[in-house]
């Protein structure tokens, strides 16, 4: 039901855009999110819209480099990803979830569907 690609292997300093493409229900009142697992690593948070799309939220580490952005059918949700580091080398997932306020959720647990994840390697 939620589709992430766009990942690959880019250098460090270099940009690349993820989407989340939805299907089979309608997540137009639901917040999106991704979230990332690096190797040895726990998942965390990196970004997330609201269902109207005006309201974001970043984790302090791609804050300013990272845009989540979600189109006007509210169908595909993107992660625009610029001056790229070695660390947010992870496995990037989408997600979403409904909790009817305003501000969209940061924690995993306000998520109920989740993608199957895309690669990103930065190289140093």
């Known amino acids: 039901q939620l589709q992430a690609s766009g990942g690959g292997l880019v250098q460090a300093g270099g940009s690349l855009r993820l989407s989340c493409a939805a299907s089979?229900?309608?997540?137009?009142?639901?917040?999106m999110g991704w979230f990332r697992r690096a190797p040895g690593k726990e998942r965390e948070f990196v970004a997330s819209i609201n269902r109207s799309g005006d309201m974001t939220t970043y984790a302090e580490s791609v804050k300013g480099r990272f845009t989540i952005s979600r189109d006007t059918a509210k169908t595909t949700v993107y992660l625009q990803m610029n001056s790229l580091k070695p660390e947010d080398t992870a496995v990037y997932y989408c997600a979403a979830g409904y909790s009817g306020r305003d501000a969209p959720a940061s924690a995993s647990s306000g998520y109920n569907y989740w993608g199957q994840g895309t690669q990103l390697t930065v190289s140093s």
């Open positions: 089979g229900r309608t997540f137009t009142n639901y917040d």
